[in-house]
């Protein structure tokens, strides 16, 4: 059965300091990877999915950067952090579609609690 | 671009209450429907999804939702609420013509509390 690991589970981060959120999937080839920042009272925000190793689409203009250097691992990066990166974020996969298109569904990883102090 | 409300942030329910969770979006097309669920420490989950057929869907535990086209809706419905319900409900929302993003939309989130 296919799994999803994110880590680490929560993390608190001085202001400028680099980030980097690891996402692993296992049991599955060639997923499409998503990151999402969920904010309280304002549901999911994409922040960038992947079709294939080396490809990225961001969503929205920000402070973060995606890398995906192997089939089913997916890593959120700053080169430094903001106050305003705080969040939880959630990566999720879901079979391949074109233009990073859901399958039939999403699943998704526990989250990383992100506090910027 | 679609957009997607979920117009009751909070609800208080006691056990054995029905609920009904409202979903409206902005989109004319073609579209396939979610709802996930997020129980207190843990991941977000599917609970249901609407791509075509019947637009009553029965989904995990008792929920089920209804699509109504014509008022662009797919509300969250369960007879009788659990104290285990407690949760965070997303609704989200994918186009599928050409030329959609293909990526759903997810609305703010709907926060249940059910008093045992």
């Known amino acids: 059965s296919q799994t999803i690991h994110q880590w680490p589970a929560t993390l608190v981060q001085p202001v400028g300091s680099p980030l980097s959120l690891e996402c692993t999937v296992e049991g599955t080839s060639n997923p499409n990877l998503y990151w999402y920042r969920q904010a309280a009272g304002r549901g999911l925000q994409l922040l960038f999915y992947s079709v294939g190793i080396g490809q990225i689409s961001s969503e929205v203009p920000q402070n973060l950067s995606a890398s995906r250097p192997q089939d089913r691992q997916f890593i959120l990066s700053s080169k430094k952090l903001l106050l305003s990166d705080s969040g939880f974020y959630l990566c999720?996969?879901?079979?391949?579609?074109?233009?990073?298109?859901?399958?039939?569904?999403?699943?998704f990883g526990q989250g990383t609690r992100l506090t910027v102090v | 671009a679609q957009s997607v409300s979920q117009h009751n942030h909070h609800v208080i329910l006691s056990e054995a209450a029905s609920l009904e969770l409202g979903c409206n979006y902005s989109y004319g097309g073609t579209v396939n429907l979610f709802w996930y669920v997020q129980y207190p420490g843990q991941h977000l989950q599917l609970l249901l999804k609407?791509?075509?057929?019947?637009?009553l869907v029965k989904g995990i535990k008792g929920f089920e939702a209804e699509f109504i086209k014509s008022k662009f809706s797919f509300n969250l419905r369960k007879p009788s609420v659990q104290w285990s319900d407690t949760a965070e409900y997303f609704c989200a929302v994918n186009p599928t013509d050409p030329g959609g993003s293909y990526i759903p939309t997810f609305g703010r989130g709907t926060s249940l509390i059910v008093h045992p």
């Open positions: 999720a996969w879901s079979t391949g579609g074109g233009q990073g298109a859901w399958g039939t569904e999403a699943f």
């Open positions: 609407y791509f075509s057929g019947d637009p």
